[in-house]
């Protein structure tokens, strides 16, 4: 049926473009705090100019994590090939979900990864000597934050490949239950990782602006960061948790 | 290391993988996604014991396929197969049979380096006693700051959690078709997490005694929300097991269909040193910081 | 399935999904700010190490408990409409 394939397709780019324009703002606002971050410093001690200019680029590259997941996934709703013609609304939701998980759950970790990498400029820039303790700091802080978004991801990638096509035989009430699951699915996961994401990365960042302050309790400064942030993940994990529920249980 | 330690690790081995025997048969859903002849594989368990294939036809794999009933190609022993088909149930017999393999090896790998360090020499020591000393010597210092000098008899057994985990996420590294990661399937994860909230609680009881223990669970006078007490119990032991097998099963998945769609020309180097190397260590020293710490809040006082 | 039953059921399903994304957010945020004023207390005094990790764990738990009650009522509404 013509209509059939045309709102399927409607939903895979409508996910497409609220995934990567979402994401984009997350982006955007997280690696302009980065990079003003480093110019301040910059400005303050110009001498520390290269090992600021090192982590800048470092950090943004991390920070850009999430929104190439959100890209990748845009990429795979237009080119994807799905069997549009034979989808129907399960699929057309399932399609738009994933787009709203991987987007929006990029948001919290991008501005979590984005603060983590700002602060660890400005302490770069006060302490030049101890950069690549910082720069370590740094990036398994931002790896803790981005695994949210790897669980947004994992979620819109199930939602891509094991979503089966409505059967044919289906009534409207099955219908309706099994697409609003599945957008609640999206919702959850997409939603749920902006808290964690944003949290870790107020951790990284006070452990990476400690670092520079305090170089010689790295060890405990290291240690109270990683407790921390996996502590605070745990409500990300509750969120696909729900999500594996919604998608799996119906 | 200590004298009695290797004996010891070698008992805690054996829980783990007795637990993780029964679990596997227990749970009635299974999620597998796998790498096998240079295909994407999802494989979702229905309640109704069938295998189902959900997947674009691109990926379709051919071996494995349970859609009449009967059985794909199986590497290895029949004999073991049948055993579990037996047991569990056709549909888990392939991700158990899978899984069993996988840890068979991961235990083989741990029972070598148990093997490599066992010549202790002081004066002299070999290269693998140096890297395992320096790991041990590592986690005493964490037990030590964590629990304090009494309980510096828990680090085998946090040492060993730790290699068990790590060994398990390294092994996905390995460029042969049908390796995969043993903590991609939930159940090695539940397995192990519900033993560590085991041991915390049999510690607490050990310390403070069984009615010093159950005080904040059944007292509804001191603690009115005594309920939401063991909620958080049973959800320490989901967010323990769901962090690692998250972590784990999102950087397969990546990895999957960014090669698929380089159409498996070119093998992912740099995904596979982030989240094969990277996320993998991190997640494994997460899970034992976290056994470690639930130990050290319980009877911390 | 009734039409009616469906949409109650699918309003519910969509109800757990945005109750637990909701939920998470607050916990996720204030625990990582107890984390990272954790970290600064170590940085500044390491002598009281275990005492502010304690006090951290359980800050954090205290917390979290607000995620808990959102995962329960998820749950609610996930098995028993």
Known sequence: ?250 | MKKGSLKRVFLIFFVIEIVLLIISGGLTKDLEIGFEKSKFVVRHVEKHGDLQEKITEEFQPDEYLLETGERGKIHGSERIYDFFAKVFGKAHAISAFMLLRMLLIVNFIIILIAVLTKKLLFDRPSKPQVLFEMMYSFFEEFVQDTLGKNFIHFTPYIFTIFLFIWVCNMIGLVPIPGFMEPTRNLNVPMGIGIICILVVHATSIKVKGIWGHFKNYLNPIENPLFLLDIVGEVSKVVSISFRLFGNVLGGAIIMLVVSSLVKFIMFPVGLNLFFGIFVGTIQAFVFTMLALTYIGVEIGE | MAMAEAIARAAALLGAGICMGMGALGPGIGEGFVAGKACEGIARSPENASLITRTMLVGQAVSESTGIYSLVIALLLIFST
């Open chain 1, 1 to 250: 049926m013509e209509f059939t394939q045309d709102y399927v397709q409607l939903a895979a780019f409508l996910g497409a473009a609220i995934a990567v324009s979402v994401s984009s703002i997350a982006a955007g606002i997280g690696e302009g705090y980065i990079a003003g971050e480093a110019v301040k410093s910059m400005t303050k001690q110009p001498e520390s100019r290269d090992q600021v200019f090192r982590s800048m680029f470092i950090g943004q590259a991390v920070s850009e994590t999430g929104g190439i997941f959100s890209l990748v996934i845009a990429l795979l709703l237009m080119f994807g090939g799905f069997d549009v013609a034979a989808g129907g609304w399960q699929k057309a939701a399932s399609l738009l979900a994933a787009g709203l998980a991987v987007g929006m759950g990029a948001v919290g970790p991008v501005f979590g990864a984005g603060y983590a990498g700002g602060q660890a400029c400005k302490s770069i820039g006060r302490m030049p000597k101890h950069s690549n303790d910082i720069l370590g700091n740094m990036l398994i802080g931002q790896a803790l934050a981005q695994t949210s978004s790897i669980f947004a991801l994992v979620v819109s990638l199930l939602l891509l490949y094991t979503v089966p096509n409505q059967p044919i035989d289906a009534t409207v009430g099955d219908m309706i239950l099994k697409s609003v699951a599945i957008l609640g699915a999206g919702l959850s996961i997409g939603l749920g990782t902006l808290g964690p994401g944003t949290g870790i990365g107020t951790v990284a960042g006070r452990a990476c602006d400690m670092m520079g302050k305090f170089p010689r309790e790295k060890k405990e400064i290291l240690r109270t960061m990683f407790l921390g942030a996996a502590v605070s993940e745990s409500t990300a994990i509750y969120s696909l948790v729900v999500s594996f529920l919604l998608l799996f249980a119906f």
